[in-house]
């Protein structure tokens, strides 16, 4: 018999998410990179931003989740 | 951006430095989770083990919770000033009166009003106690039904916000003082500690997003970079001057917001508002645009506002839960692993305090880069 709230499923269900999206960016990041080693610290900074949006949209995610339980 | 300057020589150091004093502490205080989990053994045998079921939720809240007085170590608690704002007018009490209690069973009586804190809140006490001796009257989900007196009290991040606004007045007064003493040569101590980090600020945030008018609102991101930054860091030292929540609180990151949104508000150009009320589409668009855009000025600075106190509240409440293992699975051979993996999260929430920072006074520099930029 599993016991607990629905909204730990919320809060693995939003972690999926972040996860795909900032692996993308991560990903896409490293694949710039790789082409254009000279615009590393650029690429760095651009994507710090896109995964703080991402990340952003997960943790949101994870409040209502944690009210939901709370 | 070129950080690299940064990265390598700076932070760097001081990562190694505080990982290593995080480490340090997080191992005492999980000695200390061990020592109680020892205790909560014993007593557990000795009373019936259904009803010692840990809730690392309700552990976990509790502690990045604000709070009346400030919990240094086993019994010894700094007793925090309580000031309400009665009818009566202003009452100040210190916190120790309540003795610790947090149910409501402690009434404080001043002015001709009884007071008691339940919870961290503080209510106007019942006349008679219910069953439990608690002077408040709960409903089904206990929660309580008393009306509160408006509390001014100095809590906890209270404390921390004026601890570190003296930090930063005495580290940035010194940095200031040396940039006016030595003008025009090599920086000295503090302040050449200080000036890879500010000049990362001016060159790689200011810069790229504001223009050539950055140095107008360098004030402001450099005040909010490093406001955000020393209280991620004091909030992740488990010990005194440390230990509050300060940037995991959402009024803290809601003013911090506040103050980009009316910066961005009060400075935004004709090109930004027309952008806003008038942009270059068909009038029928109008309908949709406007009051998307519209709703677009409120949410950027919501966003800044979610996204510093998540990142930071998931983060304590991460860590708290790993030393909670120990507690959960009863057991002190689980300590190793939950220590290992605090100090690992300890590292990378270092990184996180840093980022964030970075982050929150980035698009903050966005925002009102996107509200002064000329028309061209």
Redesign the interface.
């Known amino acids: 018999m599993i016991t607990g709230s629905i909204a730990a499923i919320g809060a693995g269900l939003a972690a999926i998410g972040a996860g795909l999206g900032i692996g993308r960016i991560g990903g896409s990041a490293m694949d710039g990179i790789a082409r254009q080693p000279e615009a590393a610290?650029?690429i760095?900074?651009a994507m710090?931003?896109a995964a703080?949006f991402v990340?952003?949209v997960a943790?949101?995610a994870?409040?209502v989740a944690l009210m939901g339980?709370? | 951006m070129d950080c690299s300057h940064v990265f390598e020589f700076k932070v760097n150091r001081l990562i190694v430095v505080f990982t290593l004093f995080l480490a340090f502490f997080t191992v005492t205080s999980a000695a200390f989770a061990q020592v109680d989990s020892l205790g909560t053994t014993e007593s557990a045998h000795a009373e019936t083990k259904a009803e010692k079921k840990f809730d690392i939720g309700k552990f976990a809240l509790h502690h990045i919770a604000d709070s009346h007085s400030w919990h240094v170590i086993g019994d010894v608690y700094i007793n925090l000033p309580v000031i309400l704002y009665t009818p009566a007018g202003i009452v100040n009490f210190s916190s120790g009166d309540f003795n610790h209690d947090d149910e409501a069973t402690v009434v404080v009586e001043r002015k001709g009003q009884r007071f008691v804190k339940m919870h961290e809140k503080i209510y106007y006490a019942s006349d008679v106690a219910n069953a439990h001796g608690q002077y408040v009257e709960l409903d089904d989900k206990h929660h309580a039904l008393n009306k509160r007196p408006l509390d001014l009290s100095i809590t906890k991040n209270v404390c921390t916000l004026i601890i570190s606004i003296v930090i930063l007045l005495v580290v940035f007064l010194n940095v200031a003082r040396g940039y006016k003493t030595r003008k025009g040569k090599s920086p000295k101590g503090l302040q050449s500690w200080m000036e890879p980090i500010i000049l990362f600020v001016r060159d790689d945030i200011a810069k790229p997003n504001l223009g050539h008018k950055y140095e107008r609102f360098m004030p402001y991101l450099l005040t909010v970079f490093f406001f955000i930054w020393f209280n991620n860091m004091l909030g992740l030292v488990p010990f005194l001057p440390g230990g509050a929540n300060l940037t995991g609180n959402i009024a803290v990151t809601m003013i911090l917001a506040a103050a980009t949104f009316f910066i961005t508000v009060f400075n935004g150009n004709k090109y930004y508002w027309k952008h806003i009320f008038m942009p270059d589409v068909p009038w029928w668009m109008y309908i949709v645009m406007v009051p998307v855009e519209l709703f677009g000025i409120f949410t950027k600075p919501i966003a800044l506002m979610i996204r510093l106190f998540a990142n930071i509240t998931a983060g304590h409440i991460l860590v708290l839960s790993l030393i909670c293992l120990v507690f959960v699975f009863n057991s002190m051979y689980i300590a190793p692993v939950s220590i290992a993996f605090a100090v690992f999260i300890g590292a990378i929430e270092l990184l996180v305090a840093f980022i964030q920072a970075f982050i929150f006074t980035i698009l903050s520099a966005l925002f009102i880069g996107m509200a002064i930029e000329e028309h061209h």
Do not use: C, D
């Open positions: 610290s650029k760095q900074t710090l931003i703080a990340e952003a943790l949101f994870v409040v339980n709370g």
